[in-house]
């Protein structure tokens, strides 16, 4: 088990950028892949980007590829999501999730294992 804590949200003016960082706690994190997920006000959570567990593969969404980057550094179990050019329909509460071994494309919130407290993005056009 792993316990995720998400940071770096906020305002921003459409067109800008925001980097969200995610905290994974536990020695066994570099098992881990890492999901970022977003839940904007009367939708569903859906899939944002993801990276695999080993070889640093990543996925995205279609609606943020070209846009957004996730990285990890194991060293400070931490997961980044660099968000650039951001739109306001990017506006959302932006959850990471854990699962163990993840070494394929994975878009199902049910998939993953553990889940931080999410961290608020609003985009203002």
């Known amino acids: 088990q792993v316990q995720l804590a998400e940071s770096g949200g906020g305002l921003v003016q459409a067109g800008g950028s925001l980097r969200l960082s995610c905290a994974v706690s536990?020695?066994?994190?570099?098992?881990?892949?890492v999901g970022w997920f977003r839940q904007a006000p009367g939708k569903e959570r859906e899939f944002v980007a993801a990276?695999?567990?080993?070889?640093?593969?990543?996925d995205y969404a279609d609606s943020v590829k070209g846009r957004f980057t996730m990285s990890r550094d194991n060293a400070k179990n931490t997961v980044y999501l660099q968000m650039n050019s951001l739109k306001p329909e990017d506006t959302a509460v932006y959850y990471c999730?854990?699962?163990?071994?993840?070494?394929?494309?994975?878009?199902?919130?049910?998939?993953?294992?553990?889940w931080g407290q999410g961290t608020q993005v609003t985009v203002s056009s």
């Open positions: 990276i695999r567990w080993t070889g640093g593969r990543e």
């Open positions: 536990g020695r066994t994190f570099s098992t881990y892949g």
């Open positions: 999730a854990a699962r163990r071994f993840l070494s394929l494309r994975v878009t199902e919130t049910s998939q993953y294992e553990n």
